[in-house]
């Protein structure tokens, strides 16, 4: 089984991951660091070298990649990944794959991401809360059709990486 984690950036899926991966003895992949492995290069530097369309390209390839050959695996996913190319179908109509959004609310998420936000190519450039909270809500409001198709949603909003962890597991029971 692969049990994938998706949701808006900074929502938590590659600490969850690493956590839940611990927990049922499986490995761990994080899509964006797959990537950066694979193409020898940062998130940030195939953005700049590249642009956004490249990346949603080699994005697409190396999670086809992942889907057919892994299994014992949680693999957290980019924030836009389910958004591009057919993404959310190979992962809704591969039966070995289980997948969960984790939800959480645009003032939650844009705390969260403002300390990060420069090693975020897509959030480095806003300079305030104001903008941030502005650019999450614009991008949520386009990607949550796609997470919402995830087989589970969790609201992860104050909960601990345990709470989640243990809600997820009961849901593969």
């Given amino acids: 089984m692969i049990i994938v984690l998706m949701g808006y950036m900074g929502s938590g ?31 940030a530097t195939i953005f700049s070298d590249k642009g956004e369309i490249y990346f949603r390209k080699i994005e697409s390839q190396y999670l086809k990649e992942i889907l057919s050959q892994e299994n014992k695996v949680v693999l957290a996913l980019g924030g836009g990944t389910p958004c591009y190319s057919y993404n959310l ?16 609310s645009i003032p939650y998420l844009s705390k969260r991401l403002f300390n990060q936000k420069d090693n ?10 104001e903008k941030l909270q502005e650019f ?10 796609y997470y919402s198709k995830a087989n589970h949603i ?19 029971i």
């Fill in 13 to 43: 899926k590659s600490t969850i991951g690493k956590q839940l991966a611990s927990v049922l003895d499986y490995d761990f992949i994080d899509l964006d660091n797959y990537i950066i492995k694979k193409e020898n290069r940062t998130i």
């Fill in 89 to 104: 179908e190979l992962i809704e109509n591969d039966e070995n794959v289980i997948s969960f959004y984790l939800k959480l």
């Fill in 120 to 129: 975020r190519p897509l959030i480095s450039h806003l300079e305030n809360i």
């Fill in 136 to 145: 999450v809500g614009k991008h949520l409001f386009e990607r949550v059709q």
């Fill in 154 to 172: 969790l609201e992860a909003e104050e909960k601990t990486v345990k709470d989640i962890t243990e809600t997820i597991l009961l849901a593969l």
